[in-house]
């Protein structure tokens, strides 16, 4: 089992920043794939950013691409989200998701991962 926990979130103002964490523990945290999902309320969970294993690749959606960069320490068994410019649309429930990097998957889809954090709230103010 993998246990995600998230911090970093808070209420900022349009145009500011701010850093996401996500803590792993349980299993080999390289071994995984990492995600970041957000949820606005009454909207459906949404790709935000991906990750793999070793850190070579990574993807953003559209909406963040620019904006916000994702990296992990896999000494340090974390996953962060740098998130820059931020608007009063990246308001959401920011989740981390994690897969094992083996097998076949739609990186962009929050079903195909297998663990996930609680979550952490960001707010942005206009």
């Known amino acids: 089992q993998v246990q995600l926990v998230e911090s970093g979130g808070g209420l900022v103002q349009a145009g500011g920043s701010l850093r996401l964490s996500c803590a792993a523990s349980?299993?080999?945290?390289?071994?995984?794939?990492m995600g970041w999902f957000r949820q606005a309320p009454g909207k459906e969970r949404e790709f935000v950013s991906h990750?793999?294993?070793?850190?070579?690749?990574?993807d953003y959606a559209d909406s963040v691409k620019g904006r916000f960069a994702i990296s992990r320490g896999n000494a340090k068994n974390t996953v962060y989200l740098q998130m820059n410019s931020l608007k009063p649309e990246d308001t959401a429930v920011y989740y981390c998701?994690?897969?094992?990097?083996?097998?076949?998957?739609?990186?962009?889809?929050?079903?195909?991962?297998?663990?996930w954090g609680q979550g952490t709230q960001v707010t942005v103010s206009s």
């Open positions: 998701a994690g897969r094992d990097y083996i097998g076949s998957y739609n990186r962009r889809t929050w079903s195909d991962y297998a663990y």
């Open positions: 349980g299993r080999t945290f390289s071994s995984l794939n």
């Open positions: 990750i793999t294993w070793s850190g070579a690749n990574t």
